[in-house]
């Protein structure tokens, strides 16, 4: 059974810096491309983040470009995603997910985690 499991959000304020985890279980990780989405309140899910299974191509939404960084740690079935500069905006569920294939993309995804909540306060 897959299962991704996601940590690190909480509440902050505008300008800092949080780091979002997601481990994941059950499927060959490495096989696997990785993405964040987030959803707002009132608002549809929204991409965020890509990852190629050899970590060597990313994508950005473009209101997180220069502020997300998203990585991988194959060792650890984890990826990381380095938020600096957070904005009010950037408050949402996080979500990650895996998507079985090579194309690095912005829908199409497998499996999903429960999500966790980033809060950026003014």
């Known amino acids: 059974q897959v299962h991704l499991v996601e940590s690190g959000g909480g509440l902050v304020q505008a300008g800092d810096s949080l780091r979002l985890s997601c481990t994941a279980s059950?499927?060959?990780?490495?096989?696997?491309?990785m993405a964040w989405f987030r959803q707002a309140p009132g608002k549809e899910r929204e991409f965020v983040a890509a990852?190629?299974?050899?970590?060597?191509?990313?994508d950005y939404v473009n209101s997180v470009k220069g502020r997300f960084t998203l990585s991988r740690d194959d060792a650890k079935n984890t990826v990381y995603l380095q938020m600096n500069n957070l904005k009010v905006e950037d408050t949402a569920v996080y979500y990650c997910?895996?998507?079985?294939?090579?194309?690095?993309?912005?829908?199409?995804?497998?499996?999903w985690g429960q999500g966790t909540q980033v809060t950026v306060s003014s």
């Open positions: 059950g499927l060959p990780f490495t096989y696997y491309v």
């Open positions: 990852i190629s299974r050899r970590g060597d191509n990313t």
């Open positions: 997910a895996a998507g079985a294939g090579v194309a690095v993309r912005r829908s199409g995804y497998d499996y």
